[in-house]
Antibody, heavy 122, light 107 residues
Framework: QVQLVESGGDVVQPGRSLRLSCTASGFTFSSYAMHWVRQAPGKGLEWVAVISYDGSNKYYADSVKGRFTISRDNSKNTLYLQMNSLGAEDTTVYYC???????????????WGQGTLVTVSS | DIQMTQSPSSLSASVGDRVTITCRASQSISTNLNWYQQKPGKAPKLLIYAASSLQSGVPSRFSGSGSGTDFTLTISSLQPEDFATYYC?????????FGQGTKVEIK
């Protein structure tokens, strides 16, 4: 069965960096675009970034553009989110999610990980 | 950015009730609209994609309709496990955006 497991969430000081990982299993990782979606505690959902199945295309929300970088290693079935210049507004649960269609970006998120919490605090 | 507005923000209903949640987009998104269910402490779950297509494994009491700017999610007969928060999301253009959520509570 499809499984997505995030890791790397932590408490970090403002201005510092953090890298999140999402390890996939149960499907052909290299055939699907992957997304990061975040949710502040008690708040709604915010799409963060997407990377195409082969890593050739990446798109970001304006709120993270220039600070966050999405990447993937298809040989390791792993998705990453490098987060730099973190601020209090980045304190959220980060989910990785699989795109619903193979070999394209359809932006319907059919499988989600359990989430990893990032807390930015001094 | 395309703004997604759900109504109501919350509702109280009883088991067996028919429940309808509305989602409105700030511009036409054709049928590029998805619905998710989220329970406390859990990740969202895809229920409906492309406005009206039922995701595999989702009970048939869930249905979606609409196109353009106005969409609805209907639960035909509310079950105890359906008490949750529901989100719509447009997949028409980046940045892909979600509605603010509708919390379905027990009456």
């Amino acid at each position: 069965q499809v499984q997505l497991v995030e890791s790397g969430g932590d408490v970090v000081q403002p201005g510092r960096s953090l890298r999140l990982s999402c390890t996939a299993s149960g499907f052909t990782f290299s055939s699907y675009a992957m997304h990061w979606v975040r949710q502040a505690p008690g708040k709604g959902l915010e799409w963060v970034a997407v990377i195409s199945y082969d890593g050739s295309n990446k798109y970001y929300a304006d709120s993270v553009k220039g600070r966050f970088t999405i990447s993937r290693d298809n040989s390791k079935n792993t998705l990453y989110l490098q987060m730099n210049s973190l601020g209090a507004e980045d304190t959220t649960v980060y989910y990785c999610a699989r795109d619903g269609k193979m070999a394209t970006i359809s932006a319907d998120f059919d499988y989600w990980g359990q989430g990893t919490l990032v807390t930015v605090s001094s | 950015d395309i703004q997604m507005t759900q109504s109501p923000s919350s509702l109280s209903a009883s088991v067996g009730d028919r429940v309808t949640i509305t989602c409105r987009a700030s511009q036409s998104i054709s049928t590029n609209l998805n619905w998710y269910q989220q329970k406390p402490g859990k990740a969202p779950k895809l229920l409906i994609y492309a406005a009206s297509s039922l995701q595999s494994g989702v009970p048939s009491r869930f249905s979606g309709s609409g196109s353009g700017t106005d969409f609805t999610l209907t639960i035909s007969s509310l079950q105890p496990e359906d008490f949750a928060t529901y989100y719509c999301q447009q997949s028409y253009s980046t940045p892909w955006t979600f509605g603010q959520g509708t919390k379905v509570e027990i009456k």
